[in-house]
């Protein structure tokens, strides 16, 4: 699955963040939604028009961005 066909980002659209698929859910909401408790079936449930790709885009995405983060040492 290529998850950069999922995750898109548009200026004008929820300030520019990463979002799926062009709505305008972004991969914050769900990783904060993951990390309050709330299941992977819940979110699905919950936001019918979500799929299991694109909860797996979102950490896909956020694996990407911690990879490329520079660490500065003081």
């Known amino acids: ?3 950069q ?3 898109t ?3 004008g659209k929820r300030g520019g963040k990463p979002c799926i698929r062009g709505m305008r ?3 914050y909401d769900i990783l904060e939604y993951l990390a309050s408790g ?3 079936e819940e979110i699905l449930e919950d936001f019918p028009y979500l799929t ?3 909860i797996l885009a979102c950490f896909w995405f956020a694996a990407q961005r911690e990879r490329i983060t520079v660490t500065v040492q003081t």
């Open 25 to 27: 859910i972004t991969v």
């Open 9 to 11: 980002l548009e200026p």
């Open 5 to 7: 066909e999922i995750i």
């Open 1 to 3: 699955m290529n998850y």
């Open 52 to 54: 299991q790709a694109d």
């Open 38 to 40: 709330m299941s992977q």
